[in-house]
């Protein structure tokens, strides 16, 4: 890489993770010259999300077949959570097809609910130390979804896109037909929302 002019060293591990990913060994650089302006986004880096105060959470969840119902796993944020949800990954590693909707709503609904939270994927807390604001509900509904925006129908399937879940929002994941179970893996990130993210 040649010499880097005006270097400044500094003990740092932002700094050091810097030199880490530019492949250099020597010192703490805090400048790297006129002609190399390197771009690295930090805040992508999971290991680093505590940094702007987001965590990371998963969970498997099932919801049981139940006679002439649609078997359903809700995804809530509650209302008052302060919380901005967004769903990175939904899939699933068996079961039938569900579709999925966003909706209003800061509860689950249904009957024979069963509710749950998410774990912290960062091994950096005590397991069970730290859990999700999402709240994850199996239960059962007596209709489908409305208005369809993904549907799952093979493990094959790609997931879907993101989904990002404000106060009293709940994503539905549903069955496609009454009498099936279904099952997901889903892994999510959540943090304070700044005033003006919200509408």
Same mark, same amino acid.
């Given at each position: 890489?040649?010499? %880097?002019?005006?270097? &400044?060293?500094?003990?740092?591990?932002? *700094?050091?993770?810097?030199?880490? $990913?530019?492949?250099? @060994?020597?010192?703490?650089?805090?400048?790297?010259?006129? @002609?190399?302006?390197? *771009?690295?986004?930090?805040?992508?880096?999971?290991?680093?999300?505590?940094?702007?105060?987001?965590?990371?959470?998963?969970?498997?969840?099932?919801?049981? $077949?139940?006679?002439?119902?649609?078997?359903?796993?809700?995804? /809530?944020?509650?209302?008052?959570?302060?919380?901005? /949800?967004?769903?990175?990954?939904?899939?699933?590693?068996?079961?039938?097809?569900?579709? /999925?909707?966003?909706? +209003?709503?800061? $509860?689950? *609904?249904?009957?024979?609910?069963?509710? *749950?939270?998410?774990?912290?994927?960062? +091994?950096?807390?005590?397991?069970?130390? &730290?859990?999700?604001?999402?709240?994850?509900?199996?239960?059962?509904?007596?209709?489908?979804?409305?208005?369809?925006?993904?549907?799952?129908?093979?493990?094959?399937?790609?997931?879907?896109?993101?989904?990002?879940?404000?106060?009293?929002?709940?994503?539905?994941?549903?069955?496609? $037909? %009454? =009498?099936?179970?279904?099952? %997901? =893996?889903?892994?999510?990130?959540?943090?304070?929302?700044?005033?003006?993210? %919200?509408?």
């Amino acid at each position: 890489m040649g010499d %880097v002019p005006n270097e &400044l060293r500094r003990a740092g591990r932002i *700094t050091t993770a810097f030199l880490n $990913a530019l492949g250099m @060994t020597e010192g703490y650089v805090d400048r790297l010259g006129d @002609t190399l302006t390197p *771009t690295i986004d930090v805040w992508e880096r999971p290991e680093w999300a505590h940094l702007r105060g987001e965590h990371r959470y998963s969970r498997n969840v099932t919801s049981a $077949a139940v006679v002439a119902r649609f078997s359903s796993i809700q995804l /809530i944020n509650p209302a008052g959570s302060g919380q901005l /949800i967004v769903v990175d990954r939904i899939d699933f590693p068996s079961g039938n097809p569900f579709n /999925i909707e966003l909706t +209003g709503g800061g $509860a689950p *609904t249904g009957a024979n609910i069963v509710t *749950t939270r998410g774990e912290s994927n960062d +091994g950096r807390h005590a397991l069970g130390g &730290l859990q999700s604001i999402l709240t994850l509900s199996s239960a059962d509904t007596p209709a489908g979804v409305a208005n369809v925006q993904w549907q799952m129908q093979a493990v094959t399937d790609r997931p879907p896109p993101p989904f990002i879940l404000v106060e009293s929002e709940t994503l539905f994941l549903i069955a496609a $037909a %009454v =009498n099936q179970a279904i099952a %997901v =893996n889903v892994s999510w990130r959540e943090r304070s929302f700044f005033p003006t993210e %919200v509408r």
